[in-house]
């Protein structure tokens, strides 16, 4: 069902689903449990699904976007917790080594500060080394929040450029200079593409997204389990 709360968008419950079931398979890859599905790639996809949904429909209603709540509204969600778990590791790192000689390694902190720890590769502790994940998130919003502003009126073909150039980019740099690394943020532009094109295919698709929205919680539910 769709829910609104006064806000400028619908809220999707069927979307509550996907993002356990991308939690279940991140958990699988991290835990080596299963590596054959990749998890990070559809947590890309529905996250670029997910801000380019909630952004298209906003322009749509207000006819602009407002770059200062996308900020407010994307950072204040995450950087918080973020944050206070990156000094608080290397707050308890520091103090093991203060009392018994030996800590856990953490890196350099400055990347992590800056959300870039994604481009560096450092043999630090686990869960500190899966965070990679929150930088390319958090670039991505930026990076995506100054395409909204700039050309949020040439939406619809704002994602099949971003997975062409993503395509693109990513064979250049693995089929000529033979480059690949899983951490960096170019990796998952495809991805964020794909999330942009299903959304403005949602909004634009009357009926096609109201039988969506309609599916309720149990059925969607019922749906994965089967």
């Known amino acids: 069902p769709i ?8 809220y999707l419950y069927s979307v509550d689903c996907l993002r ?3 939690f279940l398979l991140i958990l699988a890859n991290h835990t080596n449990i299963s590596k054959a599905v990749n998890g990070h790639s559809f947590f890309f996809t529905l996250t670029g699904f997910l801000i380019s949904y909630i952004s298209i429909s906003e322009i749509k209603k207000t006819n602009g976007f407002s770059f200062k709540r996308y900020l407010a509204r994307r950072f204040l969600r995450t950087l918080p ?3 206070l778990l990156i000094i608080s590791y290397f707050f308890v790192s520091f103090s093991m080594k203060q009392i018994t000689g030996a800590g856990f390694e953490t890196g350099r902190l400055l990347p992590h500060l800056l959300l870039v720890q994604n481009f560096f590769n450092q043999d630090i502790f686990f869960p500190l ?3 990679w994940a929150i930088c390319v998130t958090e670039q991505s919003y930026l990076f995506l929040g100054f395409l909204f502003l700039f050309f949020y009126k040439q939406l619809r073909w704002l994602g099949i450029v971003l997975t062409v150039a993503g395509l693109a980019l990513n064979c250049v740099m693995y089929f000529q200079f033979h480059f690949y690394t899983y951490t960096y943020s170019h990796q998952f532009l495809v991805n964020f593409g794909i999330g942009n094109v299903f959304a403005v295919f949602c909004i634009n698709r009357g009926a096609f997204f109201t ?3 309609q599916i309720t919680f149990t059925q969607t539910v019922i749906f994965y389990i089967v």
Do not use: N
């Not at 829910?3 to 619908?10: E, P």
């Open 81 to 83: 917790l973020y944050f």
């Open 20 to 22: 356990f079931l991308v």
């Open 3 to 10: 829910q609104t709360d006064g806000r400028l968008y619908a």
């Open 129 to 131: 080394s899966t965070l």
């Open 211 to 213: 039988k969506l929205s």
